[in-house]
Structure formats: C-alpha cells, structure tokens
T-cell receptor
Framework: DTGVSQDPRHKITKRGQNVTFRCDPISEHNRLYWYRQTLGQGPEFLTY????????KSRLLSDRFSAERPKGSFSTLEIQRTEQGDSAMYLC??????????????FGEGSWLTVV | RKEVEQDPGPFNVPEGATVAFNCTYS??????FFWYRQDCRKEPKLLMS???SGNEDGRFTAQLNRASQYISLLIRDSKLSDSATYLCVVNRAGGFKTIFGAGTRLFVKA
C-alpha cells in the first residue's frame, strides 16, 4: 500500500498524559499536513510542512501541540498534557509539489484520540 | 464568519433524484477548489476538482463562480452509495493552505 499511513489508528489516554502520532506520507510527496476533525465538523487545519520546514501553524495549535518532520519524510504530532477537548480524529495528508496537482491532498485513515 | 461555508443538511433524497450542494468562500484570492467525499468515520477522499469552466465526471458536475465566490456540486441519478458527507475545499493563494467546509450530509433512500 503506497498511501498515507498513520499510527496508531486508535489511542485512548488519560487526561494529562502525552500522546504522539506518526504519519508516513506518500513517498514522492513533499508537502505534509496535519488536520483535526471532530464530529459534525470538517477537517481543521493544524500545520503544514514543505520537506522538513514547518511553514505554517494554526492558532488552533496551542503550546501543548508540536509537530516535526525531521528528515522531510515521516512526521510526528505530539500532544502534551492532554485534555478531554483534544479528543478528535487527527488526520495527516500529503501532496506533491507540482503545479499540475492543483494541490490535491491525499489523506491517511486518521488517528482517533479519546482522552478520558 | 467561516472561510468556507456549506449548508450542513442533511439532504434526504430518493434514489434517482438530482441533488445540488452549494458552498461559499470568503477569500477572493483563493486559487483552487475541490469537492471531497467522506464516509462515516473514514478519511476524506477527493471526489473532483472544480474548474472555472465547469467540469463533469459521470453523474457529478461541479461549477465555480469566482465573481460570486461560490462552488456547486450537482449529483444526478442518485445512488444509495452516494450517501456520505460532501466537503467543499478551497486552496488559498500561495498554494498550500487547504481549508475545508464543515460538510453537507446526504442520505439517499430506496
């Protein structure tokens, strides 16, 4: 399978614990995105990488959230001191850096986080 | 005001019906536009891009009106399998920040 891969798919954690999600994009894609989605809402943009550079972060990404893409390949999203409001599906997506793509982005299956 | 707005629905239609969804966007410098489909508890998947000249893919037709800043999706001859949430998606000028609407829920019934 050469699509976007996310791990773990499901995570249940106690409030106050730290969690980390990993994303492996489609191999030739330079751009990588993290989104968060809650029930009844569309995906909300969190952050964007072009290769290893983090070019934009949403105001939604509080100090407890950090994302990295150290070698321009896989990425991690860490949430520190989790709160119940962090419960959501965290979606990773990637796209190629070509004008012809029109920036079509391709999603992984998502990582479901439940904070109890 | 949200940057991309959609009627949340739900739209309940019988099989074979024609249904249309609209979406408005606020950033006039937006560059590219898409419709994504999302099934319950699954990831969004690209349905089709939207071009200024309008474009069609089988039973699906997408239109873009830049002057009015709205995008539409028309589904003809609805199938049960069309039941899903349809997300309107706008890519900002500069090319990388992609903004999703909240989605329009469609139920197609036999």
């Amino acid at each position: 399978d050469t699509g976007v891969s996310q791990d773990p798919r499901h995570k249940i954690t106690k409030r106050g614990q730290n969690v980390t999600f990993r994303c492996d994009p489609i191999s030739e894609h330079n751009r990588l995105y993290w989104y968060r989605q809650t029930l009844g809402q569309g995906p909300e943009f969190l952050t964007y990488f072009q290769n290893e550079a983090q070019l934009e972060k949403s105001r939604l990404l509080s100090d407890r959230f950090s994302a990295e893409r150290p070698k321009g390949s896989f990425s991690t999203l860490e949430i520190q001191r989790t709160e119940q409001g962090d419960s959501a599906m965290y979606l990773c997506a990637s796209s190629p850096l070509t004008a012809s793509s029109g920036n079509t982005i391709y999603f992984g299956e998502g990582s479901w986080l439940t904070v109890v | 005001r949200k940057e991309v707005e959609q009627d949340p629905g739900p739209f309940n239609v019988p099989e074979g019906a024609t249904v249309a969804f609209n979406c408005t966007y606020s950033n006039s410098a937006s560059q590219s536009f898409f419709w994504y489909r999302q099934d319950c508890r699954k990831e969004p998947k690209l349905l089709m891009s939207v071009y200024s000249s309008g474009n069609e893919d089988g039973r699906f037709t997408a239109q873009l009106n830049r002057a009015s800043q709205y995008i539409s999706l028309l589904i003809r001859d609805s199938k049960l399998s069309d039941s899903a949430t349809y997300l309107c998606v706008v890519n900002r000028a500069g090319g990388f920040k992609t903004i999703f609407g909240a989605g329009t829920r469609l139920f197609v019934k036999a």
